[in-house]
């Protein structure tokens, strides 16, 4: 018996220590313009739309896993791979796009962090927004990786903050259950929040940051591509599926628990329109009390400090990569200066988008748009490399993950096409 639990807990503590970019790029994918878009669909729709929740469980899930094997078995980042099998100026277009939409995305999660502060400690916002720039590239810039690859683990567990709220709040659970297995809305607006949830769900710089972070595991130890060594296939691949299934996994319930809240206590109150996340924090406050509100606003600097390095390193990767020059966090700053110069130049950019007075809801709608633009050729591109044997060697991937890879495209150009359609209208 004793022998039987001791076996039990070394499984666990082992599965547990290989969680790592499958988990953080899951947790990222709930930064705080997904809970913002997260938000809105509950507080305007109420439990109807939960049903988008599970059905980009699987999409996303195959799209990472094609990426992470990617990093995996040629020990290299997407962009480079992409390079490989496209003409570099079609690469560079691709990649400029997920710059520009990262650069957006930052911005628009830095205010929407600086806002939850203000409603904890009060305080001017724009502070805010320089103090958790400043924290975000310092851990980039002079961490090493692999200690900065464990504060990034530790921060996803910030996100259990949406699991509490749901904790506090009445859910009318036959009407939730319904609505996560049947669409019993889909009019105009409510199709434009369907194009919104998969475009934030589904992003291309999560593509860019699980390859490379798999590719930089290599580069930090004594482990050798698969392409070059394969008897390792068959361990990592399954270390790879269970850290991927398990971020995901973490990252859609965390989605569900947002839906849940809002439209158990905004929704049910009347309360349809939230612009940004701060604000669903604020507006739960009367509703739910001031301890829900509370750990909502926390929720939101906590992933917010996950996703902004995510966002900012992400794109680092792909233009790094896409440009041949010394990409990756296992670098000093003075061993690639470009590819911290762009983490640096993302992170700050996105600072002055909160100092010019947009409409916060005006970014995140124009990055959505460029996410949505940017994510079918990447993800085109993604099978293509993974069934390319000049790159992959005899790792090609898999012929049911590969379907299940053209799959999400598909939905996504749906859904790209759905949103192009509602732009001229």
Not at 311 to 330: I, N
């Amino acid at each position: 018996m004793v022998g039987g639990i001791h076996k039990a807990r070394e499984r666990l503590r082992k599965s547990l220590h290989e969680l790592g970019p499958g988990v953080v790029t899951g947790a990222a994918d709930d930064d705080p313009s997904g809970i913002a878009t997260y938000s809105q669909t509950g507080a305007q729709f109420g439990y109807s739309l939960l049903w988008t929740v599970p059905l980009t469980y699987p999409l996303l899930t195959a799209v990472q896993l094609i990426s992470a094997h990617i990093g995996r078995v040629t020990g290299a980042g997407l962009a480079k791979n992409i390079n490989r099998a496209f003409p570099h100026p079609i690469v560079s277009l691709l990649v400029t796009i997920l710059l520009v939409a990262n650069i957006f995305n930052l911005g628009a999660d830095l205010s929407a962090m600086a806002g939850a502060a203000r409603l904890v400690t009060g305080g001017p916002s724009h502070v805010f927004v320089i103090v958790f720039a400043l924290l975000c590239v310092t851990l980039q810039v002079f961490v090493p990786y692999r200690q900065y690859a464990k504060v990034l683990k530790w921060l996803t567990l910030s996100l259990f903050a949406y699991v509490g709220v749901v904790l506090l709040v009445h859910i009318d659970w036959p009407r939730a259950l319904l609505g996560m297995v049947w669409p019993t809305n889909l009019g105009r607006e409510a199709l434009l929040t369907i194009v919104a949830v998969f475009g934030t769900t589904i992003s291309p710089y999560l593509f860019f940051w699980q390859s490379g972070q798999e590719a930089e595991d290599i580069a930090t130890s004594r482990q050798h591509p698969l392409r070059d060594a394969p008897g390792g296939a068959t361990r990592q691949f399954r270390r790879i599926r269970f850290d991927t299934l398990a971020g995901v996994g973490f990252a859609h319930v965390i989605a569900l628990a947002i839906i849940l809240a809002t439209a158990a206590t905004l929704h049910s109150k009347g309360i349809t329109d939230i612009d940004t996340a701060a604000e669903a924090a604020e507006a739960l406050r009367p509703i739910a009390g001031r301890f829900a509100s509370l750990l909502f606003a926390l929720g939101i600097i906590g992933t917010g400090l996950l996703a902004v390095p995510v966002l900012a390193g992400s794109a680092a990767f792909a233009v790094g990569e896409t440009h041949g020059w010394p990409t990756g966090l296992e670098f000093k700053p003075g061993q690639a200066t470009r590819f911290y110069g762009i983490v640096v130049a993302a992170t700050f950019i996105g600072v002055t988008l909160d100092w010019s007075g947009l409409n916060p809801i005006r970014v995140l709608f124009w990055s959505a748009v460029l996410n949505g633009v940017s994510a079918v050729p990447i993800m085109a591109a993604m099978m293509i490399v993974a069934s390319n044997r000049d790159i992959m060697g005899g790792l090609t991937e898999r012929p049911l993950l590969l379907i299940s890879g053209w799959v999400a495209t598909a939905v996504m150009a749906a859904a790209s096409i759905a949103m192009l359609v509602s732009l001229m209208r």
